[in-house]
């Protein structure tokens, strides 16, 4: 199985940072790499696909790169309704693993 | 928008069984596969089983205290609805379950509307 792992597990970062999370799977992936975005109490929501395409809907200021191996989402000008924990997911083979997660915090 | 909504959750003894169906409307649901993923209390989030939009081939995890063999996927385009029987249930089984449509490149679209269902194994 591809095993995925993500850094920082948390980060606290104030409203209009920039915000990098890293994502690593344990064998190349290609792009087949998404990136999702849940708030507490509520189902997942994908933002990214394809390691660097936004899904419909997801403000610009939400963006993905990388390929093979790792993988960044970064978030520009972070605005209030951005806290919450993001989690990559690879779709290269089954099982399709999730990451950790990283949880972004108010500072 | 499509809209699924999952059902059938609910508190279950170790041992047990128990099926839970997704209803799915708003968009061509016998053209997408669809996906359960499900997550422990506290826990991140765990993809479980795909099943193609067919109803074959079906693809289940496969890691330690894994549902293959005891959780089976299915379909039934006619009623626009996707169903996970779950056997031998277990506490770790523990967990909020959402279905999902797989979108391209194997991504998985969750309703952001819905809460998932949640199946509680205790005795």
């Known amino acids: 199985d591809i095993q995925m792992t993500q850094s920082p597990s948390s980060l606290s970062a104030s409203v209009g940072d920039r915000v990098t999370i890293t994502c690593r799977a344990s064998q190349i992936i290609s792009t087949y790499l998404n990136w999702y975005q849940q708030k507490p109490g509520k189902a997942p929501k994908l933002l990214i696909y394809a390691a660097s395409s936004l899904q419909s809907g997801v403000p610009s200021r939400f963006s993905g790169s990388g390929s093979a191996t790792e993988f960044t989402l970064t978030i520009t000008d972070l605005q209030p309704e951005d806290f919450a924990i993001y989690y990559c997911?690879?779709?290269?083979?089954?099982?399709?693993?999730f990451g950790p997660g990283t949880r972004v915090d108010i500072k | 928008q499509g809209r699924l909504v999952e059902s059938g959750g609910g508190l279950v003894k170790p041992g047990g069984s128990l099926r839970l169906s997704c209803a799915a409307s708003?968009?061509?649901?016998?053209?997408?596969?669809m996906n359960w993923v499900r997550q422990a209390p506290g826990k991140g989030l765990e993809w479980i089983a795909y099943i193609s939009s067919s109803g074959s081939p079906t693809f289940y995890a496969e890691y330690a205290d894994s549902v293959r063999g005891r959780f089976t996927i299915s379909r039934d385009n006619a009623r626009s609805s996707l169903y996970l029987q779950m056997d031998s249930v277990r506490a770790e089984d523990t967990a909020v379950y959402y279905c999902a449509t797989e979108q391209d490149y194997g991504a998985v679209d969750f309703d952001s509307r819905g809460q998932g269902t949640l199946v509680s194994v205790s005795s």
């Open positions: 708003g968009f061509i649901f016998s053209d997408y596969y």
């Open positions: 997911q690879q779709s290269y083979s089954t099982p399709r693993t």
